[in-house]
């Protein structure tokens, strides 16, 4: 029995919500140019995606609009153009012009009016209309100035896309002040924003009730894929999720991105198996981020008890920490020091936590960061923005930011303890490390357990956090469920 479905939230806020995003940014530019003896002219100008087709066929992939073009207009369809009057904050967009052979094959050809009312922009061209519009908005002498998006996404390294028009010439470009600025607008989240992110959690958290309660043994991993599938879409419509999703069993949960083309969440369940779901749903261009992790069978094993509690604890700890000011290494490292305490309570890890955590052995067992700010992206931008650098050490490296938490910031929890022979047998076999390990103990786990993550969404507020995921955790809640129980339950144990 899964829990009811939320109700989504209506287009009269979605729109408003990209509206206020684009005063935001207008905003922050003109506070940037001022501070900066600069005059507050010029347009934002920025290119929205296009649709692709497969390969060398005329099959279209579902589009989904490039993020920031989303971030600011909010515009589902594809060929889109957009700008921003930075001294009046007059926004607008360019559609583009159909052809006639569009309203046989692929529907009605909306007017200009239509994106008007339903973007609440303040004009709409045509983008063959780009050059003489813009032109308009010359801001006095010379030529018009552009501020065209161009930067680095730390995540990814890749590079977000100037737009590019055919007529560029006739204008001035900046290509340096508007991705900082942008990015760091997207950091922190508006309560419009927020009320997306938490329908996207709440879908998201239903669905992965559902899978729970509906796991066997026998059934494939694409299975518990396709009940969650169903559920964000079917109950909630949510057509994209946030990212492919992770459905692994047995050892496979120690495979951090398993659910690739070449590991495509087809492992058969056995009775005995942990199972770790990373899924989440996207709504109307936010999303959520969830990693549940539980017994097939429905029953925790000691074993399997003691490392869920371990990342449950972890998890727990750093989420009754976190607060404004409190910076990101300094909770990765809370989760690391939880889990290898639980793990020599366990007898295995032998010797000094600090000197374990001195040599960086929380590294073998999470060898991923704690968390990335989510939005727009699964791994939304700014984590390193601010002139900072990514730390060199093991574990840390793999930190999606350092920043300090400051209220308004969405950011996963998600520690995480894995048992990967790629990084635990160099360990053992390194005279530095190989004395924190009782190696009897852990070969109880190597090869068949996998790993346990779990990751909830949360919200930093003025004086600490808010979890905006809602999934059983306890052991007993997880039990309790996968037994037919309703959720949330009606009473503790």
């Known amino acids: 029995m899964a829990t009811a479905s939320p109700s989504p939230p209506s287009q009269e806020v979605k729109a408003e919500l990209h509206l206020k995003n684009r005063e935001k940014l207008v905003q922050s530019i003109a506070k940037h140019l001022a501070s900066s003896s600069r005059p507050i002219e010029g347009l934002v100008f920025l290119q929205g995606g296009d649709e692709q087709t497969r390969y060398c066929t005329d099959h279209a992939e579902l589009f989904r609009q490039e993020s920031y073009f989303a971030y600011l207009f909010g515009v589902r369809e594809p060929g889109f153009y957009g700008a921003i009057d930075i001294p009046s904050g007059k926004s607008i967009l360019f559609a583009p012009r159909l052809p006639a052979e569009y309203a046989v094959w692929l529907g009605q050809i909306k007017p200009l009016s239509f994106f008007k009312e339903r973007y609440l922009v303040d004009m709409v061209y045509y983008t063959d209309e780009i050059v003489k519009v813009l032109e308009n908005y010359s801001g006095g002498a010379g ?8 930067g680095k996404n730390t995540d990814s390294n890749n590079f977000s896309k100037p737009a590019e028009f055919e007529g560029m010439e006739k204008f001035d470009v900046d290509l340096v002040t508007l991705h900082p600025i942008l990015t760091e607008c997207r950091i922190f989240k508006s309560e419009l924003e927020l009320e997306l992110i938490q329908y996207a959690n709440d879908i998201s958290s239903a669905a992965h009730v559902e899978v729970m309660q509906r796991t066997r043994a026998g059934m494939k991993e694409y299975q518990l894929e396709s009940i969650f599938l169903h559920h964000v879409y079917m109950y909630g419509g949510c057509r994209h999720c946030s990212y492919t999703c992770i459905c692994a069993t047995g050892a496979n949960s120690s495979v951090l991105h398993y659910g690739h083309a070449a590991a495509p969440n087809d492992r058969t369940l056995t009775d005995g198996d942990m199972a770790l779901l990373d899924m989440g749903a996207e709504y109307q261009f936010y999303g959520s981020d969830i990693t549940c992790s539980f017994p097939v069978n429905g029953t925790f094993t000691k074993d399997q008890h003691l490392i869920y509690n371990a990342v449950l604890k972890a998890h727990d700890s750093v989420i009754s920490a976190m607060r404004p000011g409190i910076g990101w290494i300094e909770m ?21 936590i600090n000197d374990m955590m001195a040599r960086r052995l929380g590294a073998i067992f999470m060898p991923h960061g704690l968390g990335h700010f989510l939005g727009i992206d699964t791994h939304d931008p700014g984590g390193y923005s601010k002139g900072l650098e990514r730390p060199k050490e093991a574990g840390l490296s793999s930190l999606r930011t350092v920043r300090e938490l400051e209220e308004g910031m969405v950011i996963t929890v998600e520690p995480g303890c894995y048992f990967i022979d790629a990084l635990l047998v160099p360990a053992m076999e390194n005279s530095d490390t190989s004395k924190f390990f009782n190696v009897k103990e852990i070969g109880k786990f190597r090869g068949s357990f996998g790993g346990v993550r779990i990751e909830s969404d949360v919200y930093v507020t003025s004086d600490g956090c808010k979890n905006l995921t809602n999934v059983p955790r306890e052991t007993w809640e997880i039990e309790a469920v996968m037994a037919g129980a309703s959720w949330p339950l009606s009473r503790a144990p």
Do not use: R, S
């Open 143 to 150: 030529k018009p100035l552009l501020f065209l998006l161009h």
């Open 332 to 352: 990765h490292t809370l989760a690391e020091k939880v889990i290898l305490e639980e793990l020599k309570i366990g007898g295995i890890v032998l010797g000094n």
